[in-house]
């Protein structure tokens, strides 16, 4: 659960910091390179991880504080936050407050970076005179916003809910789009956008048929 928490909240912090990055290369397509060096990408990736390091000890410190007198069987297929706090016998209360205060930083700050940089990229884009430039600018930022309104919109319903809100069913579908489908679905949503793997697919696609053929 610790190295989920990690991982699932530092992916939060990526998104934003891709929005980041989506706004610099249309904003500054000229400075591009010299604003996102490497220096730059390896802090905003070393932040991510720092912070979610920080917030995840804080809320697992405090899970692992709970009594679990009853069942220990956990009616889900990993070991998550909700389904876990709902076998504790003592107060859940502060563990609550602290997914709830964190969950909230979490996504407020992480949509706050993304919604200001998407903002700016609309600006930019309405600038662009030409039609071919406006499609390569939304292009840019298509796959990206997919994979964020997919991420969040599972995420918020799943953990920013009271724990009494849950049904086994929705906690167990929306939990497997989050953890495998989306994860899954990633890989295929930033690269379609790129023209080697569309060429490559089209040369996969067609020479199956001409061999058919």
């Known amino acids: 659960m610790f190295f989920f928490a990690i991982f699932g909240t530092s992916g939060v912090y990526l998104l934003a910091a891709m929005a980041y990055d989506r706004y610099v290369a249309i904003h500054f397509p000229l400075r591009y390179s010299l604003f996102m060096n490497k220096q730059m990408c390896f802090w905003l990736v070393f932040s991510c991880y720092v912070m979610s390091l920080i917030q995840s000890s804080a809320v697992i410190s405090s899970i692992s504080q709970l009594c679990f007198c009853a069942s220990r069987n956990i009616n889900h297929y990993f070991c998550d936050i909700p389904p876990l706090l709902k076998l504790a016998c003592s107060n859940t209360t502060?563990?609550?407050?602290?997914?709830?205060?964190?969950?909230?930083?979490?996504?407020?700050?992480?949509?706050?970076?993304?919604?200001?940089?998407?903002?700016?990229?609309?600006?930019?884009?309405?600038?662009?005179?030409?039609?071919?430039?406006?499609?390569?600018?939304?292009?840019?930022?298509?796959?990206?916003?997919?994979?964020?309104?997919?991420?969040?919109?599972?995420?918020v319903f799943t953990y920013m809910r009271p724990t009494s809100n849950y049904s086994k069913g929705q906690e167990w579908l929306i939990s497997i789009v989050y953890t495998t489908v989306i994860p899954a679905a990633n890989p295929m949503i930033y690269s379609l956008r790129n023209s080697e793997v569309k060429g490559a697919l089209k040369k996969l696609m067609f020479g199956t048929i001409s061999y058919n053929k």
């Open 94 to 155: 502060l563990t609550e407050i602290l997914v709830y205060i964190f969950g909230g930083f979490v996504e407020a700050g992480s949509l706050a970076v993304i919604f200001a940089s998407y903002s700016l990229i609309l600006l930019s884009v309405l600038r662009i005179r030409s039609s071919k430039g406006r499609y390569k600018a939304f292009s840019t930022c298509g796959s990206h916003f997919t994979c964020v309104t997919l991420f969040y919109g599972t995420v």
